[in-house]
């Protein structure tokens, strides 16, 4: 049985082959990082970020064994701004983490930051209903919800993915100046 949030269902409505620099937010030991770095074109970057020294640390160690020079880790804390460029990435990845996010205003406003204008971002988490596997129902979020979130802070969204039986994709974009 595949994992929930398996990476080629995923990564496909992402146009990696065009992407310049890939936000994998949360991406803890790099499930996404890794198969994202190997379909960037060259001088592509990922870069993977997670509030978790450790995960980053197994993030590093992976890409060392992959030798994958393109994936740069980025701790990040809280409350603060990420250290990443604004503007700097043409998409971004949130897979299995926003229901965990608190606050989320301020998550938002930072993938925002990030992306260029004209970027998508692509977020991946669990449906609100009972499933083999996953986090309890109390914690997960109706995609009308994380909708009217997303684009109250300005993004516009664009479709909803196909990603396996117990998760939903949402692909937003970030609208392009002017």
């Known amino acids: 049985m595949a994992h929930p949030f398996d990476p ?9 082959p065009r992407c310049t620099a890939l936000a994998d937010v949360g991406c803890g030991t790099g499930r996404f990082a890794l198969p994202a770095s190997a379909a960037l074109p060259p001088g592509g970057v ?3 970020i997670d509030i978790s020294e450790e995960m980053l640390e197994r993030l590093r160690r992976r890409a060392r064994e992959h030798g994958l020079g393109n994936i740069l880790p980025v701790l990040a804390e809280e409350a603060d701004e990420w250290p990443v460029p604004t503007e700097s990435c ?8 926003y229901h965990e996010v ?16 004209g970027g998508v971002c692509l977020l991946v988490d669990w449906k609100p209903e009972a ?3 996953g986090p309890p129902l109390d914690v997960r979020l109706d995609p009308q919800d994380v909708i009217l979130e997303f684009t109250a802070a300005g993004f516009r969204f664009l479709e909803s993915c196909d990603v396996g039986p117990y998760c939903y994709g949402l ?5 392009p100046r002017g």
Request: aromatic letters at 6%.
């Open 131 to 133: 499933t083999p596997e």
């Open 90 to 97: 043409s998409a971004a990845l949130i897979a299995d983490v």
């Open 8 to 16: 080629s269902l995923i990564l496909r409505h992402l146009d990696l």
């Open 46 to 48: 990922v870069y993977g």
């Open 102 to 117: 608190d606050p989320a205003s301020m998550f938002i406003g930072e993938v925002k930051r990030i992306l260029q204008p």
């Open 171 to 175: 692909k937003f974009v970030k609208p």
